[in-house]
């Protein structure tokens, strides 16, 4: 612990971001990294507490709280405190795979379970993590790490996010030949096309594709199992299979109207306007524009902020984003403590963004959407809605009531649904013959072995819809379980 009194001493300082205005312009990161003395100052408010809550990586209530890959973070905030940024790099890459990732689009639960966080805002852990990866790669230090010795064994990985590319890592630096097979034009799964540039540039994801490349990782896309290659021949071919295809089904709005012209999954908009970016820089026409439209997102999470980010980029009239939660409080209640997740109000860079352009919050909350009504053509061309209230019902279990008279009319050319995903694909789980329930991939958390030999399962496909860090979480386990599996013990981590 460099500086006992940093904590008392320095004040959490806001990261960089460019201004809203100027950002929604272009497609570049609207985020940018501290300065180093900054940085120094925020390294020196870490604790380094005689219990590290921030790694702790666990689930309270059902939401996550500290670290789930158990990043030692006290030792890199004291290293970065100290200037020390190479060794601070070797502690973070301990337990890390990606931290390019993590530094740039984590929600950072770690943040929350910070001791700090209990009455004052927490160590920038985050902004922390971020410049020591950049610092990594900008000086050299990062070089491909090729395998001493190789142990003859094959493994193949399908699907290329997060989970599947710490997989292939951590099994690759065990002397593995591991080949990951992505059924998209591009390696990366999600990092790729789930996540907008503005959150995270593609160079960032090219970069590490072709470390892990170099490093020996063969990428195969533009395959898809079950079409291009069957399940049966992957099996032959490797002594050891990992699916890592993340939960893509769409949760789907059931509703009146549905099926009007112009109203799309939020995945499918996000996707097609990354692929028509790196491809041609928007002139191929490949994506659902909404320039000079009205446009709605239905779903208040961070999938339904991103379009909202991607509509004002492209010029849209209005942009609306529906929640059917009520507004959060600005600072913790009494049933969410430190150090569970703080469950508080937050204007997250979107919002931001709608704000500078627009004047106001793009957010309704506490809102059902009832219908959707088309035009003579089949386009949509409005939304019905009505408030709701929540409220604890005689089981104390909270329910939604429709509040009589708050009916409204909203005009939309384009409707997002960005209500969260139900798990995996069905048809690769079938044709595998592996059990699933409720979409998600039967394989207990620790051993993510399936029901068919040789076969396991990690990421989304197995727990459903999460974070990037328990993706990367699942995807270095699995790899220790696969490991085993091939040599009868492992040292992986």
């Given at each position: ?6 904590f ?93 990732f ?93 996540i ?65 012209n ?23 026409g ?20 991103d ?43 979107a ?35 009505i408030q709701?209230?929540?409220?604890k ?15 409204k ?12 995903f ?23 958390y ?11 399962a ?36």
């Amino acid at each position: 612990m460099g500086k006992a009194t940093g904590f008392i001493d320095y004040p959490r300082e806001k990261g960089k971001e460019r201004n809203p205005r100027t950002r929604i312009a272009d497609w570049k990161e609207y985020s940018a990294p501290f300065s180093d003395e900054t940085l120094s100052r925020q390294g020196a408010r870490c604790m380094d507490c005689g219990t590290p809550f921030c790694h702790m990586g666990t689930e309270l209530k059902g939401v996550t709280t500290g670290c789930p890959i158990h990043n030692l973070i006290p030792e890199w905030n004291d290293l970065v405190y100290h200037g020390k940024w190479k060794e601070a790099l070797d502690r973070l890459l301990k337990t890390n795979n990606f931290p390019e990732f993590t530094g740039r689009v984590c929600p950072a639960p770690c943040e929350g379970s910070c001791t700090v966080a209990i009455s004052d805002p927490a160590v920038a852990i985050k902004s922390i993590e971020r410049t020591i990866i950049d610092k990594g790669f900008e000086n050299g230090w990062i070089t491909p790490r090729i395998p001493e010795k190789r142990t003859g064994k094959k493994v193949a990985i399908v699907g290329s996010g997060p989970a599947g590319l710490a997989s292939a890592d951590q099994l690759n630096q065990a002397g593995h030949s591991v080949t990951v097979y992505e059924r998209s034009d591009r390696a990366g799964g999600l990092l790729t096309y789930g996540i907008p540039n503005m959150k995270l540039e593609k160079e960032i994801v090219e970069r590490r594709i072709n470390l892990l490349n170099q490093e020996g990782i063969e990428f195969v896309t533009n395959t898809e199992i079950g079409k291009d290659i069957t399940p049966e021949e992957l099996q032959e071919q490797y002594d050891s299979v990992i699916l890592c295809t993340g939960a893509q089904k769409q949760r789907d709005l059931v509703i009146e109207g549905r099926e009007a012209n112009g109203v799309h999954f939020a995945m499918d908009y996000l996707t097609t306007s990354t692929k028509s970016l790196l491809d041609s820089n928007f002139e191929d026409g490949k994506y659902i524009d909404t320039e000079g439209k009205d446009v709605i997102v239905i779903g208040g999470g961070d999938t339904g902020a991103d379009c909202v980010a991607t509509a004002l980029r492209q010029n849209c009239r209005s942009v609306v984003q529906f929640g059917k939660h009520p507004i959060l409080p600005l600072s913790r209640t009494s049933d969410n403590m430190w150090p569970e997740f703080p469950n508080v109000f937050t204007l997250e860079y979107a919002y931001e963004e709608a704000e500078a352009k627009f004047g106001k919050d793009p957010r309704q909350y506490s809102i059902q959407t009832k219908k959707i009504v088309s035009d003579e053509n089949g386009n949509v061309k409005e939304l019905h809605t009505i408030q709701m209230e929540k409220v604890k019902n005689e089981q104390g279990h909270f329910v939604f009531n429709e509040i009589a008279g708050t009916e409204k009319v909203w005009p939309a050319n384009h409707v997002f649904i960005a209500i969260g995903f139900e798990g995996t694909e069905q048809p690769l789980l079938e044709k595998f013959g592996v059990k699933a329930t409720n979409h998600k991939i039967e394989a207990t958390y620790g051993e993510y072995k399936t029901n068919i030999d040789g076969v396991f399962a990690a990421g989304d496909a197995r727990r459903g819809q999460s974070l990037i860090v328990w993706a990367i979480n699942e995807g270095r386990e699995a790899a220790r379980e696969v490991d085993r599996y091939l040599m009868g013990s492992s040292n992986l981590p």
